[in-house]
C-alpha cells in the first residue's frame, strides 16, 4: 500500500471518528435539552399559553381583543405553578379567530389598575361590570328596598321600568279632578351596577356580580357604611344602560311622577311588547 493510499485511509477513518463524536455530542446536547425541558416540567408544571401585557398600560384605558392586535397584549407560554387560576388561558395552536371565540367578552372593559410589561392579565383586573355598551348612557336611579326587588338586583341583570304618576285637569277655585295612572316606561334594560349612598355623601359599591340576596346585600352595606348617623337616610342606586331619550324620559318620571319601580326579569326573556297604561277606571 502506497503512501497516499495510506493517508487517504487514514483521512477517512478521522472523519468517521470526528463524524461520531459530532453526532454524540448533538445527540448528548439534545438530551439534555430534553432533560431540562422534562426537569423544569417536573418542577413547575406543564407550560401554559396566558395573556401578557407586552405594553404598559394606564389605569380607566379601554382593554378590548383588539389589544391582542396592536400588539399590546399578547399570548405567551408561562408555567402553570406561577399562573393564578383566573388567568385568560388560551388553547395551544389557537388562531385569532378561536382566541376570540375563547375569550368572548370577558376582555372588554377598562384596566382598574396600571398593568405593567410582563403581568399575567387576570379579570379582577378589567372592569367589565360597568362598561357602557355603545350609543347608551349610564343613568342612576335611586330606589328602596321594594322598587328594586327586594335588593336581588346585580349588575348584568335585565329590567322593566314601571312608573307611576297623576295628572290633575284645570278646574276652577276647587282645583280639578285627578287621574291617576301606571305606564310600562322602559322594557329590557341591563343593570350595569348596584350601590349604596346615604344623604351625608358616602358610597359605596356592594357585590355588583355576585347576585347576593336582599338580606346580604343590605348587612354589608350596613358593615361597610357602618351604623346610621343621626339624620342619614341611606338608600339603593341602581345605574342602568338607556338611550339618551330613555334616559331623558326616566328623569322626567323620576323628578315628576309618583313612583318609578324596577321589575327584574329573566335573562332568556328578551320580548319587548307594548303594554296598555293602567288607569283606575279599569277597575270599576
Not at 108 to 127: A, R, V
Request: overall charge positive; charged content about 20%; some cysteine.
Amino acid at each position: 500500500m502506497n503512501k497516499n493510499r495510506r493517508r487517504a485511509i487514514a483521512l477517512f477513518v478521522l472523519a468517521a471518528i470526528l463524524s461520531c463524536m459530532a453526532g454524540c455530542f448533538a445527540l448528548s446536547f439534545l438530551q439534555s435539552a430534553n432533560d431540562e425541558v422534562a426537569q423544569t416540567k417536573r418542577q413547575y408544571g406543564e407550560q401554559i399559553n396566558v395573556i401578557v401585557v407586552a405594553k404598559d398600560v394606564p389605569a380607566r384605558a379601554s382593554l378590548t381583543l383588539a389589544r391582542l392586535l396592536d400588539g399590546t397584549l399578547k399570548v405567551e407560554k408561562r408555567p402553570r405553578l406561577f399562573t393564578p387560576e383566573s388567568a385568560f388561558v388560551i388553547p395551544d395552536a389557537a388562531d385569532a379567530n378561536a382566541i376570540v371565540a375563547h375569550l368572548g367578552n370577558r376582555l372588554d372593559g377598562y384596566t382598574l389598575i396600571p398593568l405593567k410589561k410582563g403581568d399575567i392579565l387576570l379579570p379582577s383586573m378589567i372592569e367589565t361590570s360597568f362598561v357602557i355598551p355603545p350609543n347608551l348612557r349610564a343613568v342612576s336611579l335611586a330606589v328602596s328596598n321594594v322598587t328594586s326587588v327586594s335588593g336581588y338586583l346585580r349588575s348584568g341583570d335585565k329590567v322593566d321600568v314601571i312608573a307611576s304618576y297623576e295628572l290633575e285637569e284645570s278646574g276652577g277655585a276647587g282645583g280639578g279632578k285627578k287621574f291617576q295612572r301606571t305606564i310600562v316606561l322602559l322594557q329590557n334594560v341591563t343593570v350595569l351596577s348596584v350601590s349604596w349612598v346615604n344623604n351625608l355623601g358616602t358610597s359605596s359599591q356592594i357585590a355588583p356580580t355576585t347576585g347576593l340576596t336582599a338580606t346580604i346585600l343590605y348587612a354589608q352595606g350596613q358593615s361597610q357604611l357602618g351604623a346610621l348617623q343621626s339624620g342619614e337616610k341611606r338608600d339603593t342606586v341602581v345605574t342602568l344602560a338607556v338611550s339618551l331619550e330613555e334616559a331623558a324620559k326616566l328623569t322626567f318620571m323620576e323628578v315628576f311622577g309618583k313612583e318609578v319601580r324596577l321589575v327584574l326579569r329573566r335573562l332568556d326573556d328578551t320580548k319587548v311588547a307594548p303594554v296598555p297604561t293602567v288607569a283606575p277606571e279599569q277597575y270599576k
